[in-house]
Antibody, heavy 119, light 113 residues
Framework: QVQLQQSGLGLLKPSQTLSLTCAIS??????????WNWFRQSPSRGLEWLGR?????????DYAVSLKSRMTINPDTSKNQFSLHLNSVTPEDTAVYFC?????????WGQGTVVSVSS | DIVMTQSPDSLAVSLGERATINCKSS????????????LAWYQQKPGQPPKLLIS???MRESGVPDRFSGSGSGTDFTLTIGSLQAEDVALYFC?????????FGQGTKVEIK
């Protein structure tokens, strides 16, 4: 079955870059029917969609407007995974981060990564 | 962005009784061309990611018990747990996928009375 396995460092200082990876098994990051998403969840902001990448005939990327200037999502076809990079983090970026598959609804999720930003 | 608002924030229900969660969207999520409501429900247990329960407002995902049902259209939706079981204690979210950015309700915590 399809599984998503997250990895990456969860303790950051302000101004550093958050980098997380989501490894896919049982599906392909290059699938022409799937999309690969990042979310985060915190008590203050609730569950928040951050962005996605997907392949149809070319790669496409969509980002939440509020984070677009600081965020990139990159597919890695050689490793069948995708990554999230969020630069210039602040304590407000403290949250649990999830990757998930879906084009509107999200049926497969990663296990979650606790990210804490503190000086 | 479409704002999703759930009520109540929490509820306590006796085992075997009905639990009802409401979700209201700031604009209609009914797509006129196909008469589908772009509304989903998720269940999240502590320490776990959300689990998709219902899509298209009322269509249960494979393996979801039939005590879970969704209803509503346009801007007003309901998730009903027909007979609450101990394993249903969780946080429940509605989510719209009518237009990006995809947005979620704030969540409703269901507990046993």
């Amino acid at each position: 079955q399809v599984q998503l396995q997250q990895s990456g460092l969860g303790l950051l200082k302000p101004s550093q870059t958050l980098s997380l990876t989501c490894a896919i098994s049982g599906d392909s990051v290059s699938s022409t029917t799937a999309a690969w998403n990042w979310f985060r969840q915190s008590p203050s902001r609730g569950l928040e969609w951050l962005g996605r990448t997907y392949y149809r005939s070319t790669w496409s990327y969509d980002y939440a407007v509020s984070l677009k200037s600081r965020m990139t999502i990159n597919p890695d076809t050689s490793k069948n995974q995708f990554s999230l990079h969020l630069n210039s983090v602040t304590p407000e970026d403290t949250a649990v981060y999830f990757c998930a598959r879906g084009t509107g609804t999200f049926d497969i999720w990663g296990q979650g990564t606790v990210v804490s930003v503190s000086s | 962005d479409i704002v999703m608002t759930q009520s109540p924030d929490s509820l306590a229900v006796s085992l075997g009784e009905r639990a009802t969660i409401n979700c209201k969207s700031s604009q209609s999520v009914l797509y006129s061309s196909n008469y589908q409501n772009y509304l989903a429900w998720y269940q999240q247990k502590p320490g776990q990611p959300p689990k998709l329960l219902i899509s298209w407002a009322s269509m249960r995902e494979s393996g979801v018990p039939d005590r879970f049902s969704g209803s509503g259209s346009g801007t007003d939706f309901t998730l009903t747990i027909g007979s609450l079981q101990a394993e249903d204690v969780a946080l429940y979210f509605c989510q719209q996928y009518y237009s990006p950015p995809w947005t979620f309700g704030q969540g409703t915590k269901v507990e046993i009375k």
